[in-house]
C-alpha cells in the first residue's frame, strides 16, 4: 500500500509541476508583449532586434523546461493556448520572422499554422500598471520555478523506477518456473533411469533420453554418433602376484580363484585404467607415496628406478601428470591406489575396485579433430608405455605385509612400503581396444532475440562397456525435470532471449569422448556463440556440504544465488564456491574454448578437506547408495534449482550477468606469496586491474542501467564479457593441467598450477628454463586480457566519437 501511495503522490505533483510550467511560460509570453506593443511604439513589431529579442527569451524559456529532470513534460499545444487566451485568437498580425534561429530550434516551430499566437498580446493601457504588473509575474515566475525544481526533484528520487520493476518481474518468472521442479519427480526419472543400465549398449537410454526429451516440448532433439576406439577390459581380470610366495591376487585382494571370479561378476574385470600398456612385468616394488618431485628425488637418490614398478596413491596432484614423471624416471609399472587415510572415515572402501582413465580427451585416434566419417585414424592403442593397474587398499596391505587395522587412538596411519623391504611382484594386464559408437543426445529451445547465442547445460548417461555407477542417472534425472520446467512456461507463450542447448554426453568414463568430439565437430560456431556452460556432471558426491565451482567471472553470480536460496532455508552455510580443476565434460568447453563455467554439486566436507583428485577414481556406486545420501532427493531438486535459476539469468538478462573486474582480483590473488621471478607479473596485472575497473565502470554500470541501454552497444558489450577468459587459454602444460590458467590445481592453493608445477620441476633438474618458460606463457595471458580490456574501451569510444 506504501508504494502505491507513493506512486499517486508522484503523479499529482508531477501534475501540479505541469501547471505552473505552463504558467510561468504564458507569463514569459505576456513580458514580451508588454516590451513590444507600448503606446506609440508600434512600429518596433517591424523592427528586427526586438523580434530577435522575443525570439531570444523563448528559446530560454524552453531551455529550461529541457533541463534534466523536465523532460517528461510537455508543453500543452497552441491550440490549447488559445483556448485559455481568447483574447488572442482575434488578433491577425504578420508572422515574426527571426533572424537567427539557435541550433535550428525554430524552423520547426515556424511550419506551424498558428504559431504566431504565442507571441501576439493585447497592448496594456498604462506603463504604471505594466511595470506592476510585470513586476509581479517576475516574482511569481521565479517562486513557481523554484518550487517546480523541488518538486521534480523529490518527484524523480521517490517514484518506482522502471528497473526494478523489470527486475522484480524477471526474478517472480523464474520462480514460477522453478517451483514446478520436485524432488518426487525427479526420484522417479532416477529409478526409472538406473533399470536401463543393464543393456548390452547405450542404445535404449539414449532413445529414452530423446524421446522423453521430445515428448516434453524440447525442440530438434537429435542423436549425434561417432565411431571412437574405446580401451575395453579383456576376457580376464588382471592380476597382481607376489613373486616370494607364489600368491596371486585379483585388484580387489581376493586370491586368485574361480570361485572368487564368479561371487565378483563384473566388478573385477572393470578394475582397470583404460588406454594403459598391456603385457606382464615382475620388477621390484617401490613404494613413490603421492608421485610428487619430492618423492621421486627422494627415491632417485637411494634406488635404481628404471623399469621398476612404482606403489603410487592416487591423490594431490592429476593422475596424467604424476603418470608422466614416473615415466621420465624409468619406471615401467604402476600399482594404485586410494589410502584409506585419504577417505572420509564413513567411506569403507578398502575391497572396492575402481576405474581410471589415462586418455586426456576425446578419441584417441582423432587426437585434436573430429571423429567423422572418412577422418584419419592413428594407431594409439595405448597412451603411455607404463603397465598401469588400479587395486584395493586391502591388497596393498597384503603386498607390504601390513595389518588391515591401521588405526590407533582414532589417528589413521598411511599405508607404505619400508624402505629397507624388497618385495617382487608380477602384474599382468589384459585389454583389449575396439572401435564403438558412442552416442550424444542434444536438444534446443531457441532463443527469442539472440538466437545465436548458447548457453550450454551438460549432463551425461551410461555408455556401455563402461563402468557402471549410477552417477550419471542423477545427472541425467535433473537435467529432464528442468526441461519439464522449463518447457511447462514455453507452452504458454515464453522463450529465453539466447538458445538453451541441452546435452546428454556419451563415453565420459573413457575420457569425456563425446562432449570432446562433439566441440571439435563443430569448434568455429562454438567459440563464436556459446556464453556459458552448466556442467551437472556429478551432482551428488556427498549430503553435507554444498560446493560450486565456477569461472572468476561468474563467481559473484554464483553466490548471489546460493545466498538468495540460502535465505529461503533455516540453516544456512558459508558459500563454498571456487575456480579449480573439476572432473567431467565441462573440460573440454574449459580449455579449449575458455567458456566460462558453472557446477553445484554436494559434496561431504571431509571430502573436501583430503587431498585432491580422488574424484578420478571411478568407484562402483550402486543405486542404493545415491538414495542412502538423498532419500527424499531433496538435494537433488536444491542442485536442480539453483543450476536452474542460473541458466535463465544467462540466457535472459540483457547484459550477460559476468564480472570483469573479478578476473583482474582472481589474477592479482594467484601472484600472492612469495613466489621468485614475479615482479613484472604484479606489475602488469594491476594494469590489468586498472582497465578492468575502467571497462566496469564506464561500460558495464551504465549498460545495467534500462534508461541508457542501447542494443548495439549492449551487444558489443556481450560480445567482450563472453570472451574474457580466452585470453588465459596457453599453448602448452603439462599433462593433466588445465590450458585455462584461472582454474587452481585444488581450494587449497591459489597460485597459477603452471607456476607451482615449474618450480617443482626445477626441484628434479636443477634447472630454471621450465619457469621461465611458464612465467612467459601467464605474462603473455595477462598481457593479452589487458591489451583486450583496453580494445574494448577504445571500440566503444570510436562508436560514441562516430555518433557524435
Known amino acids: 500500500m506504501k508504494q502505491v501511495y507513493l506512486t499517486h503522490l508522484c ?98 516551430l515556424q511550419e506551424e499554422s498558428d504559431y504566431v499566437t504565442r507571441y501576439t498580446r493585447s497592448a496594456p493601457k498604462s506603463n504604471p500598471c505594466n511595470f506592476c504588473r510585470l513586476l509581479k509575474i517576475l516574482c511569481t515566475a521565479t517562486v513557481l520555478f523554484i518550487l517546480g525544481i523541488l518538486i521534480g526533484y523529490y518527484a ?7 528497473a526494478t520493476t523489470s527486475g522484480t518481474l524477471d526474478l517472480h518468472l523464474y520462480q514460477e518456473i522453478l517451483k514446478t521442479i520436485q524432488a518426487e519427480d525427479i526420484k522417479k526419472s532416477f529409478r526409472n533411469l538406473v533399470q536401463l543400465y543393464k543393456s548390452e549398449d547405450d542404445t535404449e537410454i539414449s532413445k529414452k533420453i530423446k524421446s522423453h526429451w521430445t515428448s516434453l516440448g524440447l525442440e530438434d532433439v537429435q542423436f549425434v554418433n561417432y565411431s571412437v576406439l574405446l580401451n575395453l577390459p579383456g576376457p580376464s581380470a588382471s592380476s597382481v602376484s607376489l613373486s616370494s610366495s607364489g600368491q596371486c591376487f585379483h585388484p580387489n585382494g581376493q586370491p586368485c580363484s574361480e570361485e572368487a571370479r564368479k561371487h565378483s561378476g563384473q566388478d573385477l574385470l572393470y578394475s582397470y585404467a583404460a588406454y594403459s600398456a598391456k603385457g606382464t612385468l615382475e620388477a621390484e616394488l617401490i613404494d613413490v607415496s603421492y608421485g610428487n618431485a619430492d618423492d621421486l628425488k627422494r627415491i632417485q637418490k637411494m634406488k635404481n628406478t628404471t623399469n621398476k614398478i612404482a606403489l603410487l596413491k592416487l591423490g594431490k596432484l592429476p593422475l596424467l601428470y604424476k603418470l608422466s614423471l614416473l615415466e621420465k624416471a624409468g619406471f615401467g609399472g604402476v600399482l594404485l591406489y586410494i589410502d584409506p587415510c585419504d577417505l572420509p572415515k564413513t567411506a569403507n572402501l578398502s575391497y572396492d575396485t575402481f576405474m581410471v582413465s589415462l586418455n586426456p580427451g576425446g578419441d584417441p585416434s582423432t587426437p585434436g579433430y573430429p571423429s567423422v566419417d572418412g577422418s584419419f585414424r592413428q594407431n594409439r592403442s595405448n597412451l603411455t608405455s607404463l603397465l598401469v593397474q588400479p587395486i584395493s587398499a586391502s591388497l596393498v596391505a597384503k603386498l607390504i605385509s601390513s595389518p588391515n587395522s591401521r588405526t590407533k587412538n582414532s589417528i589413521c596411519s598411511p599405508l607404505e612400503l619400508p624402505n629397507n623391504d624388497q618385495r617382487i611382484v608380477s602384474m ?37 562397456y563402461s563402468y557402471y555407477g549410477q552417477e550419471w542417472a542423477s545427472s541425467t534425472a535433473i537435467i529432464t525435470a528442468f526441461i519439464r520446467a522449463l518447457m511447462l512456461r514455453v507452452k504458454r507463450g515464453w522463450r529465453p532471449d539466447r538458445t538453451i542447448v541441452f546435452c546428454s554426453w556419451g563415453g565420459t568414463a573413457f575420457g569425456n569422448i563425446g562432449s570432446y568430439e562433439w566441440g571439435e565437430d563443430f569448434r568455429k560456431v562454438l567459440q563464436r556463440n556459446v556464453v556459458a556452460y552448466i556442467s551437472l556432471h556429478s551432482p551428488i558426491r556427498g549430503n553435507s556440504s554444498l560446493y560450486s565451482v565456477a569461472s572468476p567471472s561468474l563467481q559473484q553470480l554464483v553466490v548471489e544465488k546460493n545466498n538468495f536460496n540460502c535465505s529461503r532455508r533455516a540453516k544456512c552455510q558459508e558459500t563454498n564456491v571456487s575456480s579449480v580443476q573439476i572432473e567431467g565434460d565441462a573440460d573440454y568447453f ?32 550402486r543405486a542404493t547408495k545415491i538414495e542412502e545420501m538423498d532419500p527424499f532427493f531433496h538435494l537433488h531438486e536444491t542442485i536442480t534449482k539453483l543450476s536452474g535459476e542460473v541458466i535463465l539469468q544467462i540466457a535472459n538478462e540483457p547484459v550477460l550477468p559476468f564480472n570483469a573486474l573479478d578476473i583482474a582480483i582472481e589474477v592479482q590473488n594467484s601472484l600472492k606469496g612469495d613466489q621468485p621471478y ?28 534500462p534508461k541508457e541501454r542501447i542494443p548495439i552497444r549492449v551487444r558489443m558489450l556481450n560480445d567482450i564479457l563472453q570472451d574474457m577468459e580466452k585470453s588465459f587459454l596457453v599453448e602448452q602444460v603439462p599433462p593433466g593441467f588445465y590450458r585455462n590458467i584461472l582454474y ?22 636443477s634447472s630454471n628454463e621450465t619457469i621461465q618458460e611458464a612465467l612467459s606463457e601467464v605474462l603473455n595471458s595477462i598481457n593479452s586480457a589487458q591489451v583486450y580490456f583496453k580494445a574494448g574501451l577504445d571500440v566503444f569510444d570510436s562508436v560514441l566519437v562516430g555518433k557524435n
Open 428 to 464: 599382468q594386464i589384459q585389454t583389449v581396444t575396439k572401435f564403438k559408437t558412442v552416442t550424444n543426445v542434444v536438444g534446443y529451445l531457441k532463443g527469442l532475440t539472440s538466437p545465436d547465442r548458447y548457453i550450454i547445460v551438460g549432463s551425461r548417461h551410461h555408455t556401455a
Open 156 to 162: 524523480h528520487k521517490n517514484c518506482p523506477s522502471n
Open 11 to 108: 503523479k499529482v505533483l508531477i501534475d501540479v509541476l505541469h501547471s505552473f510550467l505552463k504558467s510561468s511560460k504564458k507569463m514569459a509570453y505576456q513580458k514580451v508583449n508588454a516590451d513590444q506593443r507600448a503606446p506609440g511604439h508600434s512600429q518596433y513589431l517591424d523592427n528586427d532586434d526586438l523580434q530577435a529579442t522575443a525570439l531570444d527569451l523563448e528559446w530560454d524559456m524552453e531551455k529550461e523546461l529541457e533541463e534534466p529532470g523536465f523532460d517528461q513534460f510537455q508543453l500543452d499545444s497552441a491550440e490549447n493556448q488559445n483556448l485559455e487566451n481568447p483574447e488572442t485568437a482575434d488578433l491577425n498580425l504578420d508572422s515574426i520572422q527571426p533572424a537567427t534561429s539557435p541550433k535550428g530550434r525554430f524552423q520547426r
Open 590 to 621: 574449459i580449455n579449449h574454448l575458455g567458456i566460462p563455467t558453472v557446477q553445484f554439486a554436494y559434496e561431504d566436507i571431509t571430502a573436501l578437506e583430503g587431498p585432491s583428485f580422488l574424484s578420478e577414481a571411478l568407484f562402483l556406486k
Open 744 to 765: 587452481h590445481l585444488d581450494g587449497k592453493t591459489s597460485q597459477f598450477s603452471i607456476l607451482l608445477e615449474a618450480w617443482e620441476h626445477c626441484k628434479l633438474l
Open 678 to 705: 614475479t615482479h613484472q607479473l604484479l606489475a602488469l596485472a594491476s594494469r590489468l586491474r586498472e582497465s578492468a575497473e575502467l571497462f566496469q565502470s564506464d561500460e558495464m554500470r551504465p549498460a545495467n542501467d
